[in-house]
């Protein structure tokens, strides 16, 4: 890639086999330790979550089969033909936002916008704080036990600046993890949600755009997704929104503590006169 356009993911979960090479080509290739390796006895997806050494986590979740889904999307959300449920798919990573929360929280300028358009998180500078765990709708960062500090994707920063794909992407062998700029992914996942409409998927929509996903002043997701069920299922917010918009500017609290103070002060003066 050449130009400097915001780049980032296209997740189909219709596309996903929960095979977790994605998973394995994020750690490979950032040498992330191995982790969630243990049973966690509440399905087949042993990482159960994103985290400061999982930057890319397949959940699995099991669906009453959906009435009236051609034999195609069947097969592809994993039914044999008899099963009464299926599995739905879904390799979650760092939405990238384009007006990211945790960026705006950091006190020390650690996380910054890089010329991908991406958000990274800069190691050297991160005092863990953790300012940015809760500034993020949807909860990605967060701090490792052994460092201390913030940890999330990079979107294989360092891959980029040698024009290279992002390493989950190059190991999906099916295509669920799609790579390219921001503005034709988007595109691409409204023409595939058209498809999956047609085959009787009526509850398929683009997770990212600014209608749904990059809402409340998020303003779009860089890692958007083609999902068959609601938000909530594979553990998305519906409507997600930037923390610092559910408080008054500080400018604003000022004021308003200052007009309190009038107005106290006004009543001290009338009841001593």
Not at 264 to 273: E, I, Y
């Given at each position: 890639m050449i130009e400097h356009r915001p780049v980032g993911f296209l997740t189909d979960t219709t596309l996903c086999i929960g095979c977790k090479a994605c998973e394995v080509a994020c750690k490979q290739w950032n040498?992330?330790?191995?982790?969630?390796?243990?049973?966690?006895?509440?399905?087949?997806?042993?990482?159960?979550?994103?985290?400061?050494?999982?930057?890319?986590?397949?959940?699995?979740?099991?669906?009453?089969?959906?009435?009236?889904?051609?034999?195609?999307?069947?097969l592809l959300n994993g039914d044999s033909g008899g099963a009464q449920t299926v599995w739905l798919m879904l390799s979650d990573v760092c939405k990238h936002c384009a007006h990211a929360g945790c960026m705006q929280a950091c006190p020390t300028g650690a996380i910054i916008r890089t010329e991908f358009g991406t958000v990274v998180i800069q190691q050297d500078?991160?005092?863990?704080?953790?300012?940015?765990?809760?500034?993020?709708?949807?909860?990605?960062?967060?701090?490792s036990t052994t460092d201390h500090k913030a940890h999330k994707c990079t979107l294989c920063y360092d891959r980029l600046k040698e024009g290279l794909e992002p390493a989950c992407a190059k190991a999906c062998p099916t295509d669920s993890i799609q790579f390219g700029y921001v503005d034709e992914l988007h595109a691409r996942g409204r023409e595939r949600v058209e498809t999956l409409k047609a085959r009787g998927y009526d509850q398929a929509h683009l997770y990212g755009d600014r209608e749904t996903g990059g809402t409340h002043g998020i303003g779009g997701l860089h890692a958007s997704f083609v999902l068959t069920a609601p938000p909530e299922t594979f553990n998305l917010p519906?409507?997600?929104?930037?923390?610092?918009?559910?408080?008054?500017?500080?400018?604003?609290?000022?004021?308003?503590?200052?007009?309190?103070?009038?107005?106290?002060?006004?009543?001290?003066?009338?009841?001593?006169?």
């Open positions: 040498g992330l330790p191995a982790d969630g390796i243990e049973l966690s006895g509440h399905s087949y997806d042993n990482t159960l979550d994103l985290g400061a050494t999982s930057w890319r986590h397949v959940a699995f979740v099991e669906q009453p089969k959906p009435d009236g889904v051609d034999l195609l999307g069947s500078v991160c005092n863990g704080c953790g300012y940015c765990i809760p500034s993020c709708p949807f909860g990605v960062p967060q701090l519906a409507a997600p929104s930037l923390p610092q918009d559910k408080v008054l500017p500080a400018y604003a609290t000022t004021a308003l503590a200052a007009a309190g103070f009038v107005l106290s002060a006004a009543k001290f003066l009338r009841q001593k006169g």
